[in-house]
């Protein structure tokens, strides 16, 4: 759970939260054009407020996202699990509210399985499996709690025995995720303040604590853990085990983020030689990020909440604050110097259905004479603000302290730039400093940077820079998904310009560029599919 409401009593919590709201969100897909900040490739929530997304399942052809919501203003208040659903992560359609505050408290953060076998005997038609959520109750102190569904994840009846795990007495206790385990038992890893802990089920209903992982001895960031997901990937052969765990402070570049461990994990305890942390996104605005469970292709994909709790109260987007990332999948893949990594790419469906084949534009061998710009706009007949490309971009002839920037801009002289800065120890950018809107909050406005994961069969000397560009929102992945970088912005008109900048400082010896690559001139919005 992404913001803390504790010393709110539960009682209180659930008849506000009855006064303002009965629980029904209305359909994002109906959002007024009006809305300038409404991004169109990325789900966002119609009004009020959206958080950490929960519950992430497929089940019978349909991709279930909860989230945390309150349904009573655009800032965080008394939390319920709001409900959409896609076929392609794509276009999303909004259901009514599945889990509401009760006598227990408010619904915090959780994960949602399908429970196959009827481990947890809540089955009643055998022609559908149930849908059990695992979620923490926010009253008086944190519990873990359940609920069962016997209609396809549509609505849901809690346990009448919760809470399944009770608070052993700790402040932060919170925001668990279930996996099925070698088709033998059910494994629940939550955060409990500094370190995440292992607990194991047959039934779903009675839970032992078998490990903990973080605090001894000194693992990652410190702080109050939250949000945490394990999930095995395969890698030549061999199966590694990944932790996430979010964290509200210390990220890459300041604020909230997603910290990974790899190791090894035996249905008990998780093991990593690992004691600094990596991150899932070297960007700001990627939080909460957690996987799905069942994925039919048997893929590795995660959602974030796209945000920093740095401003997320803050964001200037009036009746409706939130966003989510879009759907990503993640493998792992090893650097240059031979450690594994997680590598992420936005999942193929959204390629498939938004970006036109029809409108791609390509782009053959082109130098970048040293200070000067490439004006992409030119020989792209932009018609909207939503953008995808893909370039390899040869920087091995920039001269020390030169630089590449992608810049995307308006006729306000606002932009948003990505690129790399050569010789920097963290060479990587992603700049916002003047990209509109800045004022809300002081920590918006800034310059982030990254550290460059080069992959193993990698060539230095070529820069992969991908990019998805949205209303309000980028997400850069370079070298094939290696270094993600994701950021809000708030233009006061969307941009409508691409340039490609050689900044040589007036070296007239310095190379850049593009080898090839590829632009599109307009993505389809997720409204138009």
């Excluded at 709001?82 to 599945?98: G, Q």
């Excluded at 809690?158 to 668990?176: M, S, T």
């Excluded at 061998?365 to 370039?391: F, Q, R």
């Excluded at 190379?511 to 632009?519: D, H, K, N, P, T």
Aim: hydrophobic share 35%; with cysteine; proline share 6%.
């Amino acid at each position: 759970m992404a913001a803390s409401l504790a010393g709110i009593k539960p009682l209180l919590n659930w008849l506000a939260y009855c006064c303002i709201a009965l629980g029904l969100v209305t359909s994002v897909q109906g959002a007024q054009e009006w809305d300038n900040f409404r991004p169109k490739l990325h789900y966002s929530v119609q009004l009020n407020w959206l958080n950490d997304p929960n519950g992430l399942v497929f089940v019978n052809g349909e991709y279930h996202m909860y989230y945390q919501y309150h349904p009573g203003s655009s800032v965080p208040g008394p939390k319920s699990w709001a409900h959409t659903i896609s076929r392609d992560f794509v276009t999303w359609s909004d259901l009514p509210t599945a889990l509401e505050p009760d006598e227990l408290g408010d619904i915090w953060s959780g994960s949602s399985i399908v429970d196959f076998t009827n481990s947890s005997g809540f089955q009643t038609n055998v022609d559908v499996y149930p849908i059990v959520a695992v979620f923490t109750h926010a009253g008086q102190s944190q519990q873990q709690s359940i609920a069962y569904s016997n209609d396809w994840g549509r609505t849901f009846t809690k346990f009448a025995q919760n809470p399944v795990i009770p608070n052993p007495g700790k402040q932060d206790f919170r925001d668990p995720k279930v996996i099925w385990y070698n088709d033998e038992s059910w494994i629940l890893v939550l955060a409990a303040g500094d370190r995440v802990e292992f607990y194991i089920s047959q039934d779903l209903k009675n839970w032992s604590l078998s490990s903990d992982f973080g605090a001894d001895p000194d693992q990652g960031l410190k702080g109050v853990w939250e949000c945490p997901d394990i999930f095995p990937l395969e890698f030549d052969g061999e199966t590694v085990w990944v932790l996430l765990v979010s964290n509200g402070g210390g990220g890459p570049n300041g604020g909230s983020n997603t910290q990974y461990f790899v190791g090894t994990f035996d249905g008990t305890t998780f093991s990593s030689p690992q004691i600094d942390p990596l991150f899932m996104d070297s960007g700001v605005d990627n939080y909460a990020s957690i996987s799905f469970f069942n994925e039919p292709r048997g893929r590795r994909v995660i959602i974030g909440w796209m945000t920093n709790l740095m401003y997320a109260n803050d964001i200037p987007t009036g009746d409706w604050r939130g966003q989510m990332t879009m759907a990503r999948e993640v493998r792992l893949a090893k650097n240059s110097g031979n450690a594994l990594r997680l590598r992420s790419l936005v999942v193929d469906e959204i390629v498939e259905k938004l970006v036109d084949p029809n409108q791609e534009i390509s782009v053959g061998i082109t130098g970048i004479a040293p200070d000067t710009t490439m004006y992409l706009t030119d020989s792209v007949p932009w018609n909207n603000s939503l953008m995808h490309l893909n370039l390899f971009i040869d920087v091995g002839g920039l001269c020390q302290g030169c630089s590449l920037s992608i810049c995307f801009l308006n006729s306000k002289e606002q932009e948003i730039c990505s690129g790399y800065d050569h010789g920097r120890e963290r060479p990587l950018f992603l700049d916002r400093e003047r990209s509109g809107r800045t004022d809300f909050n002081p920590s918006f406005s800034r310059r982030l940077s990254a550290i460059r994961e080069i992959p193993l069969d990698g060539a230095n000397n070529i820069l992969q820079f991908e990019a998805f560009l949205d209303l309000v929102a980028i997400e850069v992945f370079f070298d094939g998904g290696m270094t993600p970088m994701t950021s809000l912005f708030y233009p006061e008109e969307p941009y409508t310009f691409v340039e490609i900048r050689h900044h040589a400082l007036g070296n007239i010896n310095s190379r850049l560029s593009i080898a090839s690559g590829s632009v599109f001139q307009g993505m389809k919005s997720m409204y138009e599919v």
